[in-house]
């Protein structure tokens, strides 16, 4: 199925990226390196979210280029839909009539578009994103590495959540080798919350096994950038 996205990515020159709206770290990580290995490739690309970067994730490199918006506008020749099980989770506008290629990792990931690599074997989508960079002979840049270090850190909850195996620390170690900083990609990830964030992540986490209310539920989005399924 790698083969087949590339083929497809290759006959193409202008592609729209896009995740689930209140996209988490592996949704903006996988998004952001994903469009540079395209632009890498020579081909046109963008990033529009739903919803705007949390602020965590907004030190990535090539955050700033995201657009946000309900809508994709312009002329593309695909979409590429990341860590996203339907079009209707994008809460976009305009890509009813895309070419759409879909990349994700989710037991619960369905086959809705016109191709879909979907492997639930695969820690995060960042590895996949990874994979396609190496397929398609794209030097894994310093840049790129941190966006997918990130995106595998936070989807895996720090190396910590069931599925974290020797191939997931194989991942990192290349990212590393590449450029990722750990300490740098963690601490704007988990240390650089305001007091009143982390009590109110503690407060999520407690209430982690409990039904919350919706309101709460937003408020706990808002801070974290999440959209658990």
């Given at each position: 199925m790698l083969?087949?996205?590339?083929?497809?990515?290759?006959?193409?020159?202008?592609?729209?990226?896009?995740s689930h709206a209140r996209p988490d770290g592996d949704a903006i990580g996988s998004a952001l390196?994903?469009?540079?290995?395209?632009?890498?490739?020579?081909?046109?690309?963008?990033?529009?979210?739903?919803?705007?970067?949390?602020?965590?994730?907004?030190?990535?490199?090539?955050?700033?280029?995201?657009?946000?918006?309900?809508r994709v506008n312009g002329h593309y020749e695909a979409a590429i839909i990341l860590e996203c099980d339907s079009i209707q989770r994008t809460r976009l506008e305009g890509l009813e009539n895309q070419f759409l290629i879909s990349i994700d990792h989710h037991l619960s990931g369905r086959p809705f578009a016109h191709v879909n690599w979907i492997d639930p074997k695969a820690a995060a989508t960042a590895e996949l994103v990874y994979r396609l960079a190496r397929e398609a002979g794209v030097a894994v840049s310093p840049e790129i590495a941190t966006c997918l270090y990130t995106a595998l850190m936070t989807d895996t909850g720090s190396f910590m959540f069931r599925g974290t195996n020797d191939q997931t620390f194989a991942l990192a170690r290349e990212l590393v080798l590449a450029g990722a900083?750990?300490?740098?990609?963690?601490?704007?990830?988990y240390f650089a919350h305001s007091t009143a964030k982390m009590r109110l992540l503690g407060a999520a986490l407690s209430n982690h096994h409990r039904p919350i209310s919706q309101e709460s539920r937003a408020r706990r989005d808002r801070v974290l950038g999440g959209n658990a399924r």
């Open positions: 083969r087949e996205v590339l083929e497809h990515i290759q006959r193409r020159d202008r592609f729209v990226l896009t390196a994903c469009c540079e290995v395209l632009r890498q490739l020579g081909k046109a690309a963008d990033v529009v979210l739903h919803d705007p970067v949390p602020r965590i994730y907004q030190p990535l490199p090539f955050a700033d280029r995201v657009v946000q918006s309900d900083d750990p300490a740098h990609c963690a601490q704007n990830i």
